[in-house]
Each structure stands twice: as structure tokens, then as C-alpha cells.
């Protein structure tokens, strides 16, 4: 009976431990209604009013998302920073952004793991934006899942288009298709960005560091293995991840921008945020259907 009793209790001790429930709380952040999603290793702040994950940070470590403290007024379109998702081709739209998409509002409905963001309906295209912010638990993985619905009487094409500000960060390498080679898609207004570039080729990547009062972009088609693209600031290490479930998700033609389905954007203000962003196949949505991307977020000490 004794041994009986101490085999069980090392069972007991050797089983493994359920990892830590995501936690919900209400809150303010700068004046706005948000959510603060924990799941004991990374914490996100989400504002619905401008339609942002505003915080992503290892608990008790820095925000690694662009906060500025007023936003940017860049053109027509203010720039709060964090996290938030656009409709590809931006030919679709020309500029400023959407503004049923961005800033919005969204309508917040607390979920499993987190919370879902529904945007108002695009009176141009009468699409809508309904977005999943979760938390995995026990991990140091954020999940997005993406979706455009159509409400309108005709079929509309377009994607899921991610876009996260990370601030100041000291370089961003994106992973390439096996066998890429340059001209990769890039877009330089501001002048040209040699030597702020670096194409390895034996290892497919491109790396990117922030060049002073000039901002410029690149993208790719990117690899079938995880990460597509990585961000690396003084203290932290950031990776996104396009899934990749349907024919359509590795089919390079359908991809906007050259058939670019990541692409990294270096802004002209000196580094302070460089852009980690995915687009999903753009392809005609139904009315009532939804066009749907899955995107993985990790973030570790560096």
C-alpha cells in the first residue's frame, strides 16, 4: 500500500501542468476603453475605437508595437501606430486608408482566448473587417485570424492585409521563396537604399535596417516554412507567419504587389517603426462569403 502511494505521488508530481488560461481585463489605455489579454508570458493591449492591438510585449518587458504618444498625421490619414488590418490591392483604395477599417471603430466581442474586433461596412466596397486577437496559452505566440466579409450585392476582390508597426527596431529580415533572386518588388520614393540592404542568397534572405529620412519597401512571395519575416529590436525578437492551408495560399500569381505576400516597410522617420506586413490571395469574394488569413506572431528575448 506505501509503495502503491508513492508511485502515485510521483505520477502526480511528474504530470505535466495546464498551461495558464488567457485573462480578460477591461481597461483604459491613454484615455481609450481597451483590453489587456495575458496568458502569463505576453501581454497585448487591444483599443477597439481605432481598430488596434496598441501593446504586444513579453510580460513585464518593453512593447515592441510603435505607441507613439501623438499619433502621426501623415497626408489625409492619421497613423496610430500598433496593429490593424487593411484590404489588398491597395489599388483597390489609392490612399488614405480605408476609414470604416482604419481607425473605424470597432464593435469588441470577448471570445476564447481574447477578443473579436468587427469593423463598420466599407460604404466603397461593403466589405467588412472581422478580426480575432487571441492569446495561445502557455505560449509566446499571439494568433490573428483575418477575415473579409462581403455584405455586398456583388462580388468583391480583395484580401486580408496585416500590418504591425514595431518600434525602433535595429534590423528586419525577410525570408525569401527558395531560389529568389533580385529585382525583388520594392518601392523607394524617398531615393535609392544601398547600402541599407543586404541579399544573401545561400540562405534566402533579405535584410533591412533603418536608413535616416528614408523610407522605402520590399517584398516577397516568401518561404513555405515558418517565419516569413523577423524583426529585431535592442530586446526582443519578433517573427510573423502567414499559414499557409489552401491551394490558393501557394499560389504566387494571386498575391498583390508582384506576387508579394510579405513585405517589410522602413519608415522615412529616422527608424522609429519598421512594418511587418501580410497579404492574403486576392481573389473574388462572394456576397455574403469571406476571404480568411491566419497569421502567427512570436515573440522571445533576444
Known amino acids: ?70 499619433p502621426e498625421t501623415v497626408g489625409a490619414w492619421i497613423n496610430y501606430g500598433g496593429d490593424k488590418v487593411w484590404s489588398a490591392p ?10 470604416a477599417f482604419d481607425p473605424g471603430p470597432a464593435t469588441l466581442t470577448l471570445i476564447e482566448n481574447g477578443v473579436r474586433l468587427t469593423s463598420p461596412i466599407n460604404a466603397k466596397t461593403g466589405l467588412v ?14 494568433r490573428f485570424i483575418n477575415r473579409l466579409e462581403n455584405r455586398a450585392d456583388e462580388p468583391r476582390s480583395a484580401s486580408p492585409w496585416q500590418v504591425m508597426q514595431i518600434a525602433h527596431p535595429a534590423v528586419a529580415v525577410m525570408n525569401l521563396e527558395p531560389g529568389a533572386q533580385p529585382p525583388f518588388y520594392n518601392y523607394q520614393p524617398e531615393g535609392p537604399v544601398a547600402p541599407y540592404h543586404l541579399h544573401d542568397a545561400r540562405r ?9 529620412k528614408v523610407g522605402r519597401k520590399f517584398g516577397s512571395f516568401g518561404p513555405a516554412i515558418d517565419p516569413g519575416l523577423t524583426a529585431l ?68 528575448a533576444r
Open 129 to 142: 473587417v472581422i478580426r480575432d486577437v487571441l492569446l495561445e496559452p502557455g505560449m509566446n505566440r499571439a
Open 233 to 300: 529590436t535592442p530586446t526582443d525578437v519578433i517573427t510573423m507567419n502567414a499559414l499557409q492551408t489552401t491551394a490558393d495560399d501557394r499560389n504566387k500569381s494571386l498575391f498583390p504587389d508582384e506576387g508579394s505576400r510579405y513585405q517589410v516597410y522602413i519608415s522615412p522617420t529616422e527608424g522609429r517603426y519598421t512594418e511587418l506586413e501580410a497579404a492574403g490571395p486576392v481573389r473574388p469574394i462572394p456576397p455574403g462569403g469571406t476571404a480568411t488569413q491566419t497569421i502567427v506572431v512570436r515573440v522571445t
Open 1 to 70: 500500500m506505501a509503495v502503491s502511494a508513492i508511485l502515485l505521488m510521483g505520477a502526480l508530481a511528474s504530470a505535466p501542468t495546464s498551461p495558464v488560461p488567457v485573462s480578460v481585463e477591461m481597461g483604459v489605455w491613454r484615455g481609450r476603453d481597451s483590453v489587456t489579454l495575458d496568458n502569463g508570458i505576453l501581454e497585448m493591449i487591444v483599443v477597439p475605437s481605432i481598430s488596434r492591438v496598441m501593446v504586444l510585449r513579453r510580460k513585464g518587458a518593453h512593447n515592441v508595437l510603435f505607441s507613439p504618444g501623438e
Open 90 to 99: 491597395q489599388s483597390n483604395w489609392g490612399w488614405p486608408p480605408e476609414p
Open 204 to 212: 534566402n534572405t533579405l535584410t533591412l535596417m533603418p536608413m535616416p
